[in-house]
């Protein structure tokens, strides 16, 4: 059994809940993997996550060689999660697809669905609790080392048209988040935005433009650049 020192601290400290989750564990790794890469089971998937529309053509592992339990989806908590449901949803509709890097971690509480677009989570991504990622009708790509805060929403499409002048606005536009960024909790990141690489959007940010620089601190309703030549670090 390959297992990294990370994995076997996660099992020690989710023992009760990944035996609750076994069957769905299981179900998981051979419905979106090769046989022989499933009984490495590097998926544990939680018995609160729902699945809708998950196979080996919506849901795209990049890796192929994964360490067992390495890639956690609907586990863990924050200080917030004891007033907020534990239930998560992985979903894909219309030709929709998501693709994942290796060491990912969606925690509980998570709403992650890609509908007719792709959704690309880089290398090491990891979400709090109760992240949403709507991600419908215009890609989303998320680079490596990006870790994103409970409560954060990511969404590309309004919904709904707004009508001017009689002529229906665009609903859905491409967000691009690059390599290690940090959003923090109940930030909001909308349609058409792209995040450069090493920056931080703030806690409660509600993010509707592109700032071109590295490096950058976000904060704000609507958000705008708060500090320069910025990075972050766990």
Known sequence: CNMNQYSKRFLKTHLIEIIMSIPKTIYFNFKVLPVKQALRLPYIVSYHVKLSGINRKTFLTKDNDLSTCSMRIGFGDSITSRRESPKSLLCVERGG?????KDLGLSQ???????????ILGDKFRCNYSTTIDCSDA???IGNNVVLGWNV????????????NGKDSIISKKII???HVWVCAYATVLKGVCIKKNSVVAYGALLTNTIDKENVLYGGVPAKMIKENISWRE
């Open 109 to 119: 509480g998570c709403v992650i669905c890609a509908n007719n677009a792709r959704l």
């Open 177 to 179: 988040i690059k390599d």
């Open 97 to 101: 697809v998501i693709q994942v890097g």
């Open 139 to 141: 890609d989303i790509k």
């Open 153 to 164: 929403t990511i969404k590309n499409n309004d919904g709904h048209y707004v009508v001017e």
